[in-house]
């Protein structure tokens, strides 16, 4: 076996470790996928987050804003799924 073929086999196993189960919850019966409800919540408090900046006129001091919330509903999604489920 040549040396490029042997690390072709070793890099498609290395890639397949992590194709493992996903955990999931389950939801009035049904079964969703954690990420995706660390998604809905983290877009949840995005629009609480929001709500406060509004509230307080704080929401003109943050940067661009099609930037910023979408950025804010990725790190709050992320943050839940690191601290609740790894």
């Excluded at 072709?8 to 290395?14: D, I, K, N, Q, T």
């Excluded at 406060?52 to 979408?70: H, K, Q």
Aim: some cysteine; hydrophobic content about 55%; proline content about 5%.
């Amino acid at each position: 076996m040549t040396r490029f073929k042997y690390l072709v086999m070793l890099s498609a196993c290395a890639f397949c470790t992590g194709c493992s189960r996903a955990p999931s919850i389950s939801v009035i019966g049904s079964f969703f996928p954690v990420w995706m409800l660390c998604l809905l919540i983290g877009t949840v408090l995005t629009f609480v987050a929001r709500a406060v900046l509004v509230r307080f006129r704080l929401e003109t001091e943050v940067g661009p804003l099609a930037l910023f919330y979408p950025c804010l509903g990725t790190l709050c999604a992320c943050l839940l799924w690191l601290i609740f489920f790894q």
